[in-house]
């Protein structure tokens, strides 16, 4: 299986710089699916359990994977030791379940994170295998922005946030794209206080950003149906203006 790249300093922060810039996003559109859920839910993707412990909580009877420890570790911390076994270290490419799910979710991008396209078609056949007859995948990509793709991001501050009482955590990113391999190279920097002064950290990642059609192709090709895309999380119909792909299938 191969291992996603999340160094523990992104881990560490993960949490509280997406509850500032996410949460309000999607976190009910995703626990009004999983609550419409009468059976089994999959998380893909599941990082720290952003909605994980929500709907856990709500009492979905829901299961996790990702392929990174180091998001799994900070996931278990906050899980009650009973509920430890709802979540597994495997990949979207090739994990294995003894039972099927009526819903599989693979929510924030998780599906920038497979760069080729056997890796994209093994995840979306192997979700196909997983899901009941009623089953639905619904996952979610940015709409590829012209101007940024083209311009790039130089170093910008994107959030800034107190970890611990009087200590502060910065975030820059940066980004430069390949518009033939549909790559988007980034750069996040992390600064935050300690006792002893600052810290910097920075981390390379690469997203593979994708368009409509291709989506569209990639699903039947998986021998999925598609209900629909949307364009955001109000459940608007796509148009010229969405940011979101918000993919809904069928087995
Ligand atoms: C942006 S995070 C989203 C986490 C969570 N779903 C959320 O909404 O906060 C993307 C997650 O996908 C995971 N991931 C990347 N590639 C994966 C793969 N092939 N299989 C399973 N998880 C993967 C990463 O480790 C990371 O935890």
Avoid at 64 to 88: F, Q
Avoid at 107 to 115: D, E, G, K, Q
Wanted: charged residues 25%; aromatic residues 14%; contains cysteine.
């Amino acid at each position: 299986m191969k291992h996603s790249s999340y160094p523990n300093y992104v881990t560490r922060f993960y949490d509280l710089v997406y509850a500032d810039v996410r949460d309000a996003v999607d976190v009910n559109f995703y626990l009004r699916k999983i609550r419409e859920t009468s059976g089994r839910v999959l998380e893909i993707g599941v990082g720290t359990g952003r909605i994980f412990r929500r709907a856990l909580t709500a009492g979905a009877d829901i299961y996790g994977i990702d392929n990174s420890a180091s998001m799994l570790k900070r996931l278990r911390k906050n899980l009650a030791p009973e509920e430890h076994h709802r979540v597994s270290l495997q990949s979207a490419v090739d994990f294995k379940f003894d039972m099927k799910f009526d819903l599989i979710l693979a929510p924030f991008r998780v599906f920038s994170h497979l760069n080729t396209i056997e890796e994209q078609l093994s995840a979306l056949r192997n979700i196909r295998q997983y899901l009941t007859n009623k089953g639905l995948l619904i996952f979610d990509l940015f709409v590829p922005n012209p101007k940024m793709l083209a311009e790039g991001i130089s170093e910008l501050l994107d959030f800034t946030g107190e970890y611990a009482p009087g200590k502060k955590v910065r975030r820059y990113v940066s980004s430069y794209s390949n518009i033939v391999e549909q790559m988007i190279y980034g750069k996040m920097k992390f600064v935050w206080d300690t006792n002893k002064g600052k810290i910097s950290r920075e981390w390379n990642f690469t997203m593979r950003f994708f368009f409509r059609y291709e989506l569209e192709h990639l699903i039947q090709l998986a021998g999925l149906n598609l209900v629909t895309i949307l364009g955001d999380f109000q459940r608007h119909k796509l148009n010229k203006n969405s940011k979101e792909f918000i993919v809904i299938c069928f087995k």
